[in-house]
């Protein structure tokens, strides 16, 4: 069974030639969902509540999710092509308390997730609620760097990155906590790479920023063992710091480049 990727061992020559050669061609039930493409996303559907879509409350929302969804998607379809290569787009399913995957069962307790099994980015609406009252990341921005982060995940199945992730932690199990940290700190900065171009494409809001950058210290393992009034156990966590969050989607950012997201070899 595949594993869901939220979400020691240094492979560069492997996350540098994959993503080179893919992305620049250079230098992680029975929930309400629908499996299609984004750009094609009905609200009344999604919702799953049988209403029409001018009277769902989470019209918005849904709208909201579709619109940043399809524009990073048609930023990664227009890297691949640059190389000569084709970007297969994930398919989104909204879910109500628990959902069925290929990756197995879920609740909404985990939050948004990719599965690499059925290459499906897999989100409960509530949890965008949970980021800004809990959490204390509010805006628009905040959900748009979730949702980048997950689709990070996706351009890792389909350069290979996760495969050779998975495959060594099989090989060292010792290691596989640490390997998830720079998987997960990977996507961050693929995710800041897509900001970057809303940047470049000026649609990024003055605060716009910061939203993201508070998201991403926000879900920091080290933060939320002391929001449950935990001890800070590195060895423990799957993540990554808050600080480690934030500098990799900064990075990204910053940079632009995926080339630039080569978190095992750092």
């Known amino acids: 069974m595949p594993l869901a990727i939220g979400g020691g061992l240094s492979i560069p020559a492997i996350i540098l030639a994959a993503i080179a050669y893919f992305v ?3 230098s ?9 493409p984004l750009d094609q996303l009905p609200g009344a559907q999604v919702s799953g509540k049988g209403i029409p879509a001018e009277q769902d409350p989470d019209r918005d929302q849904v709208e909201f999710v579709s619109f940043v969804l399809d524009d990073i998607q048609q930023f990664w379809t227009e890297q691949f092509a640059s190389t000569g290569s084709q970007y297969q787009r994930a398919k989104l399913v909204l879910f109500d308390g628990q959902v069925s995957t290929a990756c197995g069962g879920a609740t909404s307790d985990v939050g948004p997730f990719y599965c690499p099994g059925d290459q499906q980015v897999y989100i409960d609406l509530g949890f965008f609620r949970e ?4 959490f204390g990341a509010p805006g628009d921005f905040a959900q748009a760097y979730v949702i980048a982060h997950e689709v990070g995940h996706h351009v890792q199945k389909l350069t290979g990155i996760s495969a050779d992730v998975a495959n060594a932690q099989r090989k060292k199990p010792n290691d596989a906590n640490e390997l998830s940290v720079r998987l997960e700190l990977q996507a961050d900065c693929l995710a800041g790479v897509w900001a970057h171009s809303t940047y470049q494409r000026d649609i990024l809001e003055s605060g ?3 939203e993201g950058l508070a998201a ?3 879900v920091g393992d080290d933060r939320l063992q002391k929001q449950a009034g935990q001890r800070v156990n590195p060895e423990t966590w799957t ?5 480690d969050r934030v500098n990799w ?10 080339s630039a997201c080569d978190t095992f070899g750092s």
């Open 208 to 210: 716009d920023l910061e």
């Open 216 to 218: 991403a210290a926000a």
């Open 24 to 26: 620049l061609g250079q």
């Open 131 to 134: 980021l800004s009252q809990r």
């Open 239 to 243: 993540h990554g710091s808050s600080q």
């Open 28 to 36: 992680g039930g029975s929930g309400f969902g629908i499996n299609m």
């Open 249 to 258: 989607f900064k990075k990204g950012f910053e940079t632009g480049k995926a």
